[in-house]
């Protein structure tokens, strides 16, 4: 997914992957899915759809034909349209494997130098998530600003989007308009008609990405952006990597450590991610997590005078939702703009809403104004703020990118509609409001232009420091379970839980989490693995 855990405004997300997750969800997300405490060993019971392969890490030594990237001298300017930050253009090679053939990748870069130099501990790397959200925004937008006055003190704040993303050669797919009729398009097929218009529309954006982004397509997967993350470090002058990633961030940090543990230092891992789940495992998991959120949410509402899903329990309103959902698929409501409200945008508007518990309220307003007043905008607002829509019809380049790296970090989850038949059933036991979405949306890698160059893989991360990981227990998007599973694998792994709702748990409200990770970055003394906040 995200920022939209860590921005306090409008802006999306680490919008970790509505539209990839794949897992086993029988105790994802939940309160009582597990207490805790069982980092450190890498010894973990396997959860269905894991894997046992563990990532290997890369030889320490640099190579040769690498080191004129790690040697490289950047060169810093004032950032124009971001006053107190400076910025720079770092090199990395297309291609790992041929780093000497002459083709780079541009990587735009920032940083926010340390407010008081002379005490300064080194770099903070910082990345939102998505993948696709840009790492540069969140630093000048948020984390520079935002972050605890004693840790901007300390260190330079620095962000690199990663390739493909943002600033730096982002993936491009369709025009606005090509894009704007794809979030449209019915994401639950009921016949065979709709299933083609589907299937179709996922190839016609997979074309689009091959035709518009050339090479760089197959060249965007999370270990080369974390191979690239080691150049920065080098290149700013740092022997270890700190850093904190939020969401899909994790999956990036994580990675760092399996591939280079020798150079690996303080790393906050927020809304953990699996690494050891397929693609399917994931987008099962997630179901099950936004359906945790909705429950959240849902008992809460109904003890609301202006709950929109009646006043008897979370379930009823579960199904009133459902009900209402099912009517926008046969008539979408007005919106007081040229698009109309249907199932597609109005289903995205309500899990956007499970990002923060702050959207409840505007949440319980949409649904009145739609329900009651077949007025859609509210809802199409929310569904806009997870898409990155400005006002004037453009869209960002986030679910470009969130495609192609899900795409290519590992092979799709289903090849053909008939298996997405197959597991709707699963997919709505453990999910009767969201699950065919989830089902059917996981089909979006099938035909894929470029083949994946990863896999699933366990992360042990041998002879690192303490590694925190983080988990909130109704986390929608990155469901509690990765957090114990991640921490669990981790030779090193510190488990820190927040007992709450909404995405990621830095900096939204408790001082147990916040003091716990600040002590963490400043001090390197990591909080008592299994501790847990409210």
């Known amino acids: 997914m995200d920022f939209r855990s860590l921005f306090r405004t409008a802006a999306p997300v680490t919008a970790l992957a509505l539209l990839i997750a794949a897992a086993g969800c029988d105790s994802a997300g939940s309160d009582d899915a597990g207490t805790g405490g069982s980092g450190g060993s890498g010894g973990d019971a396997a959860r ?29 300017t004032d950032c124009t349209t971001a006053p107190g930050f400076e910025c720079a253009t770092l090199r990395v090679p297309l291609d790992y494997a041929s780093p000497g053939d002459g083709e780079d990748v541009e990587l735009a870069v920032s940083r926010k130098p340390a407010d008081t130099p002379g005490e300064r501990l080194g770099s903070l790397h910082v990345n939102p998530g998505g993948p696709g959200a840009s790492a540069l925004e969140f630093l000048q937008n948020y984390a520079g600003v935002d972050y605890p006055e004693e840790v901007r003190a300390r260190y330079d704040i620095v962000a690199a989007d990663p390739r493909g993303v943002g600033a730096s050669q982002p993936v491009k797919c369709l025009t606005d308009a090509q894009f704007e009729a794809h979030t449209q398009l019915d994401a639950t097929p009921d016949d065979a008609r709709e299933v083609k218009a589907l299937t179709t529309s996922f190839e016609r954006f997979a074309q689009g990405c091959q035709q518009r982004t050339g090479k760089l397509l197959g060249h965007v997967s999370t270990e080369e952006a974390a191979r690239d993350m080691d150049v920065f470090r080098a290149v700013l002058g740092d022997k270890k990597l700190t850093y904190v990633g939020a969401s899909y961030g994790t999956m990036l940090g994580a990675t760092y450590a399996g591939l280079f543990p020798q150079r690996t230092g303080r790393l906050v891992l927020d809304g953990a991610m ?37 006043t008897e329990s979370a379930e009823d309103a579960g199904k009133q939702l459902r009900a209402f959902l099912d009517r926008l698929d046969a008539k979408p409501v007005p919106t007081g703009e040229k698009r109309k409200l249907g199932e597609p945008l109005a289903t995205m508007g309500v899990l956007m809403a499970m990002y923060q518990e702050a959207f409840w309220p505007q949440l319980r307003g949409a649904l009145t104004d739609a329900m009651e007043r077949e007025d859609g905008g509210g809802l199409l607002a929310l569904a806009d703020m997870y898409y990155e829509r400005e006002p004037d019809g453009s869209y960002g380049s986030m679910m470009y990118g969130f495609t192609a790296v899900n795409c290519i970090d590992q092979p799709a989850p289903f090849d053909s509609p008939a298996e997405v038949e197959e597991l709707v059933p699963q997919f709505e036991a453990d999910s009767p409001v969201f699950g065919r979405d989830f089902a059917w949306a996981a089909l979006n890698c099938a035909d894929w232009p470029v083949a994946a160059t990863g896999e699933a893989n366990r992360i042990e991360a041998q002879g690192t420091p303490p590694i925190l990981v983080v988990g909130t227990t109704r986390d929608p998007a990155t469901p509690y379970v990765w957090a114990e599973s991640l921490a669990a694998q981790l030779a090193e792994g510190v488990l820190l839980t927040y007992e709450g709702d909404g995405h990621t748990a830095y900096l939204r409200g408790s001082a147990c989490i916040d003091d716990a990770i600040d002590t963490f970055l400043l001090e390197g003394t990591p909080p008592e693995d299994g501790k847990r906040c409210t």
Do not use: H
Not at 49 to 61: F, N, R
Not at 275 to 286: E, F, G, H, I, V
């Open 274 to 310: 699996d690494p050891s789940l397929t693609a399917r495992q994931l987008n099962l998991d997630q179901n099950a997590g936004f359906t945790t959120a909705f429950d959240a949410f849902a008992e809460d509402c109904v003890t609301r005078s202006d709950c929109p899903l009646g």
């Open 48 to 76: 269905a759809g894991s894997v046992s392969k563990v990532l290997e890490p890369l030889p320490a030594e640099i190579p040769a034909d690498l080191r004129p990237y790690y040697e490289q001298k950047l060169r810093w």
